[in-house]
């Protein structure tokens, strides 16, 4: 794990990823308390799918017009079953990052230059953070790691309309985590092991010296 951190950016810009499951949002609600700004892609990219007109018909020519449920309402169970639970779809799963990605990236910026003055250093969270390249831009990359089957029960846990083969299925869809780790400038272990809120307030110190 590397210690040093080359800064990119004017105000240091961060990312945290992992696989589904691992407990990204809990790690950024420490972060947030801290009063550190974090930007939530996966939740952006849900308020982008039903608010740009462009990506709208985008996802409704890649996957139909089931994929809304009206115009202001996404289909999760249709997409989930159309793009992930078929072991045989990475295509459909590219096309559907393909057309989502670009829209949460030009949001990112927006987002951006609204807090950027606001915190000492930023950070994003994302899934995908290197499927997708969005790391590129960013200054250091923060990766939560949890083990497989503590994982799939907080999904399972927090997702009620998803089961056990379907969350298994996504996960199969991700970055294998050994990837993952081995692209990590830091790593947050989410588990019985470890205390998070001790490993938060170490990288915030260390990220704060270099704001």
Same mark, same amino acid.
Not at 120 to 127: D, I, Q, S, V
């Given at each position: 794990?590397?210690?040093? $951190?080359t800064?990119?950016n004017? $105000?240091?810009?961060?990312g $945290?990823?992992?696989?589904?499951g691992?407990?990204k949002?809990?790690?950024?609600k ?5 009063g550190i700004?974090?930007y939530? @892609?996966d939740?952006?990219a /849900?308020?982008v799918?039903?608010?740009d007109?462009?990506l709208?018909?985008e996802?409704?020519?890649?996957f139909?017009d ?5 115009e ?14 078929n072991q045989?779809?990475n295509?459909?799963?590219e096309?559907?990052?393909s057309?989502v ?8 910026q927006?987002w951006y230059?609204e807090n950027?003055a ?7 969270e ?6 997708s390249?969005s790391?590129?831009?960013l200054d250091?990359i ?7 089957e503590?994982? $799939?029960?907080?999904?399972l846990k ?5 089961s056990e083969?379907q969350?298994? @299925?996504?996960?199969?869809?991700q970055?294998?985590e050994e ?7 830091f790593v947050?272990y989410?588990d ?5 809120? /001790?490993?938060?307030l170490?990288?915030h110190?260390?990220?704060q010296?270099l704001?």
């Amino acid at each position: 794990m590397k210690k040093q $951190i080359t800064k990119k950016n004017k $105000i240091l810009q961060l990312g $945290i990823t992992g696989g589904i499951g691992t407990g990204k949002s809990t790690v950024c609600k420490i972060f947030e308390t801290l009063g550190i700004a974090v930007y939530d @892609a996966d939740t952006r990219a /849900k308020m982008v799918m039903i608010t740009d007109d462009i990506l709208k018909k985008e996802l409704k020519k890649a996957f139909g017009d089931e994929v809304y449920l009206s115009e202001n309402e996404i289909n999760r169970d249709y997409l989930v079953k159309t793009v992930f639970s078929n072991q045989e779809n990475n295509e459909k799963i590219e096309i559907l990052n393909s057309i989502v990605h670009p829209a949460v990236g030009r949001d990112y910026q927006h987002w951006y230059n609204e807090n950027a003055a606001k915190s000492p250093y930023l950070l994003k969270e994302a899934a995908l953070m290197f499927e997708s390249d969005s790391y590129k831009v960013l200054d250091a990359i923060i990766v939560v790691h949890a083990p497989l089957e503590e994982r $799939i029960k907080r999904v399972l846990k927090r997702d009620s309309h998803r089961s056990e083969e379907q969350v298994k @299925a996504i996960i199969s869809k991700q970055m294998p985590e050994e990837e993952k780790l081995r692209r990590a400038d830091f790593v947050i272990y989410n588990d019985a092991s470890h205390s998070l809120i /001790k490993q938060v307030l170490e990288l915030h110190e260390k990220f704060q010296s270099l704001s």
